[in-house]
């Protein structure tokens, strides 16, 4: 009776088969995920044209925050989320790179924080997306008016320098510019001293379920940070403010940043109720979906 055995060289052969099948699969997915966004994009253009449209804007903020989300949910294992956040985040950018153009602009202002926002740019749009970086929020936003194919990514209002750029998104509605999504997406750990970064483009901000809009007070005299929670819970809002600024000219001479708790729209008639002696106007500069936090990076 002959018994066979293998041979540890032969197992390890066998695991790597399969491993290149995976690899394979994989692949094929791939090339079959990139011909249904094609699709996709030939679509949004019909529609667009239908529209008037000379063309349409390719990504979208809040879908690929429900992506990530739903694979989040499902992990398991010892890949770190990170990574695989990182590789649907190549992706994502590819596949909006073959639906049209699209490019980065990324605030450098102060040299000790330019390299944390282009290396927060890198990891969430993509090793090969074409990105600049600029030396103030005044030139980044003027370019981004101007071009529906760019996102910008802005310093956390309140944080460091150069992070006071809100103010103009909230006076000039000419720009069409709206907060659609705050970095990193995935936060681990405690890390209070994490650098973070609004990202600002002519998309709409898009309602996830689970989301932080971001409200501005305009008054006429420098309201509490109390007051200006105060007002904002009178009209239904629960918020805290994030920031606050004082402005050179026009009738409101003050701005108070506040993150609502929730999907708040443009035309939510809640806004009408913010009415005191003090507030000029009430404005939505958009919002985000929440980041995910974790204790640690295992599945």
């Known amino acids: 009776m002959t018994i066979e055995t293998t041979s540890p060289e032969k197992a390890l052969a066998d695991v790597r088969k399969e491993i290149d099948a995976i690899d394979d699969a994989v692949h094929d997915l791939l090339m079959k995920r990139t011909e249904l966004v094609v699709e996709v994009a030939e679509a949004k253009a019909r529609e667009a044209s239908a ?19 739903r694979l989040a949910a499902r992990h398991r294992g010892d890949l ?6 990182r590789l649907w985040r190549e992706i994502i950018a590819a596949m909006t790179r073959i639906q049209g153009p699209f490019r980065v602009e990324v605030f450098g202002g102060g040299d000790d924080y330019a390299l944390g926002y282009w290396d927060l740019a890198r990891s969430y749009y993509g090793s090969s997306t074409p990105m600049e970086l600029h030396g103030t929020a005044r030139d980044m936003l003027r370019r981004l008016g101007h071009d529906r194919s760019a996102v910008g ?7 460091h320098a150069g992070g006071d750029w809100w103010v103009s998104l909230a006076i000039n509605d000419q720009l069409g510019l709206r907060v659609v ?7 681990v750990g405690r890390d209070d001293d994490q650098m973070r970064a609004y990202v600002v483009t002519q998309a709409d901000f898009e309602e996830t379920g689970d989301d932080t809009s971001l409200l501005v007070l305009l008054t006429t005299e420098n309201v509490s940070e109390g007051r200006a929670v105060a007002l904002a819970k009178a009209a239904g809002f629960d918020s805290m403010r994030v920031d ?8 409101a001479t003050y701005a108070s940043l506040l993150a609502v708790q929730g999907f ?5 008639p809640r806004l009408a109720a913010l009415s005191d002696d003090a507030v000029a106007a009430a404005r939505v500069i958009g919002g985000y979906a929440n980041p995910l936090h974790r204790e640690t990076d295992g599945g």
């Open 51 to 69: 529209a008037g449209e000379g063309s349409f804007i390719a990504f979208r903020p809040g879908r690929e925050a429900e992506v990530l989300r």
């Open 80 to 85: 770190p989320l990170r990574v695989v956040f």
């Open 153 to 159: 990514i802005l310093p956390e209002p309140g944080s």
């Open 181 to 187: 999504a705050r970095l990193p997406f995935v936060e």
């Open 244 to 251: 606050h600024a004082q402005m050179a000219d026009g009738s």
């Open 264 to 268: 708040v729209g443009t035309d939510d």
